[in-house]
């Protein structure tokens, strides 16, 4: 694995689930990092919990990415206190209140507003601040995280499927847009055990979002932070626009 001793990233949705373990590993590799969240508790417990060499190379943020002016502040901070930003991955997204339960009929525009503008617009703030000319440094990366979901249906999650489909277009026109000075590219995991999954499947019955999925198992966050570590690193050299 490349070491990152020397890069700057920043993480948004980085206090809990995929997001934390991405921290975690990029922390443990040797890189800088900065994590925003809207959760001021896991954020707090996050940087309390990691051992000294690595807190002082770690600050934490509470901010939204629905938020545009909230997402530039964090990103410039970052480059500020750590001199410059060699990537940004998006883990912030949200399931909505009802998935798996409600058909697109049943489905409110609160909650329809609230998915998308989240999931997408996050995105699109995350980016839009991220990829100016001359924001982050050449041979940059972003990774967004997307789902199968990305791809398919989801049965009484229009909505939530939606937005992720959105997101995957997003993250390849973007992609076409940068070339070579920023690498963009989209995650697009099945089932991973992390709180957001463990409290869908204590809300809904029988919750078997992925019942065919060729490794009969839920992955691990760190199966997908792996996957995030590499894309953010200079073994992806040749990997964008990719899902
Ligand atoms: N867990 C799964 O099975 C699974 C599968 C595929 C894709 N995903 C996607 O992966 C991403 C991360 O999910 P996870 O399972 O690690 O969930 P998680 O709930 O453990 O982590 C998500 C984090 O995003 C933060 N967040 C939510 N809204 C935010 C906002 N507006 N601004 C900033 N931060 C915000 C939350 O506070 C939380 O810390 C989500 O986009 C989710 O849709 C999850």
Redesign the pocket.
Known sequence: MASMQNKVFAI?????????VTARFLLARGARVAV????AD?LKQLHTSLPTDQSSHCFVQT????DESAVEAFLTKTKSNFGKLNGVAN?????GHELGTEAIWQTSQEEYHFIMD??VR?LFNVLTVSLRPGFLEDDSNVVH?????SLQGFRNGAV?AAS?HAALGMVRSAAKETGARTRVNCM??????????Q??LARIKDFD?APKTAIPR??R?GEVASVAVFLLSDESSYVTGAA
């Open positions: 948004f949705g980085g206090a809990s689930g995929m997001g934390l925003c969240d809207i959760s896991n901010g939204s990415v629905t883990y912030a997204g949200v399931p989240v999931n996050g995280i997307g789902s199968m979901f939530y992720k697009l995991p099945g089932s991973i055990d992390t709180p957001m999954h409290a869908n979002p839920d992955g966050a």
